[in-house]
């Protein structure tokens, strides 16, 4: 009979645990949103690292080009036009997006084929303390490949 009488109102609990779950779900979101920013940012800089290595490719030694005879053999690279088309096609782009990207190499590993590294750091959104570890940024590096024919 007691028991009856001593009853426990419970409203109001119910809140705490759904401001529980929302904050969990609001920082679900923005960690989710921060690996999507850093994720786009690499599939851009991929694209930009293809770009260039395209560009490089084109930049053959006038000796090896004019002295090959068709169908004989592949032209080589040359490491100067290489670098410079990497630099002029990166002053004309519009980098917006990329704002900071540093080229780490231009190279023809068989002097054919033009490889372009290039790196961003990235800083991820909302300066959520879940990140904290990622303060300094996020380092995204892409290579880029592409042959000469």
Known sequence: ????????????????????????????ILVISAATSVHLTRMRLAD???????????????DGYFTTQAGTGDVELAQSRMTDAVLAHVAQRATDRLDGVRIVSVDAPDAVTARVTVEITVYPLFGLEALMPFADGITVTATGQSRAF
């Open 1 to 28: 009979m007691r028991a009856l009488l001593h009853r426990r109102d419970d409203e109001g609990t119910i809140g705490i645990l759904t401001l529980g779950f929302a904050v969990v779900a609001i920082m679900l």
């Open 48 to 62: 930009l690292a293809d770009e260039l290595a395209e560009d490089a490719s084109d930049a053959v030694s006038s």
